[in-house]
């Protein structure tokens, strides 16, 4: 098993530019998200997902966008990047929504906007 | 709603010296606690848990955390660390009969472990 598997690991991109981070995981996991990590803040998570074809926001969904058409894959989409938007992003697994349930996170993706 | 408070955010100690993160929470409700333990450069990973029973909960690799409902804490401890326990610990708390998006994290407590 590869586990959760994030690409790219690092992406630099320019002020009002959008690209999609990856996010898959061979788990057979209903559960997904997205945290995204800053200095002193923890994690804070963006979307999630409960299973393929449902997804909902969380405490910081503003500027990004998701979707998951599979239960492997859960794309991240940032629409119109900004300054605000540099972070190391997480994706994270679980079997399933519920409380007790483990998440299994992947590597990250390192992203700076200029 | 439950809020998690790590008391440090930097813990430096020498090879072999016992340690101690601490982790208050608060909430209203039932809780489930976790560690998540981040090596550098890489994502975040369970260290151990505590669900329900024994208030002990211990780790494969020597870590362990005692949930207190009275001092609504959940502190982890090592009686003697190595250079490899450098990380960044995390703890977690989520709701009884809640879900994992309820999942609330701790902003994190730098350990470094000095030769």
């Known amino acids: 098993n590869a586990g959760v598997t994030q690409t790219p690991k690092f992406q630099v991109l320019k002020t009002g530019q959008s690209m999609t981070l990856q996010c898959a995981q061979d788990?057979?996991?209903?559960?997904m998200s997205w945290y995204r990590q800053d200095p002193g803040m923890g994690l804070r998570l963006i979307h999630y997902?409960?299973?393929?074809?449902?997804?909902d926001q969380g405490e910081v969904p503003n500027g990004y966008n998701v979707s998951r058409s599979t239960t492997e894959d859960f794309p991240l989409r940032l629409l119109s990047a900004a300054p605000s938007q540099t972070s190391v992003y997480f994706c994270?697994?679980?079997?399933?929504?519920?409380?007790?349930?483990?998440?299994?996170f992947g590597p990250g993706t390192r992203l700076t906007v200029l | 709603a439950q809020s998690v408070t790590q008391l440090d955010s930097q813990v430096p100690v020498f090879e072999e010296a016992p340690v101690e993160l601490r982790c208050n929470y608060s909430s209203s409700v039932s809780v489930y606690l976790f560690w998540y333990v981040q090596y550098p450069n890489q994502g975040l990973q369970l260290l151990l848990k505590y669900l329900s029973g024994s208030t002990l909960v211990e780790s494969i690799n020597g870590f362990e955390a005692e949930f207190n409902k009275s001092q609504t804490s959940f502190h982890l401890r090592k009686p003697s660390v190595h250079i490899s326990d450098t990380a960044e610990y995390f703890c977690a708390v989520s709701l009884g009969g809640g879900s994992n998006y309820k999942l609330t994290f701790g902003k994190g407590t730098l350990l470094t472990v000095n030769p």
């Open positions: 788990m057979n996991h209903e559960y």
């Open positions: 994270a697994s679980s079997y399933s929504a519920g409380a007790t349930d483990t998440q299994y």
């Open positions: 997902s409960v299973g393929a074809g449902i997804t």
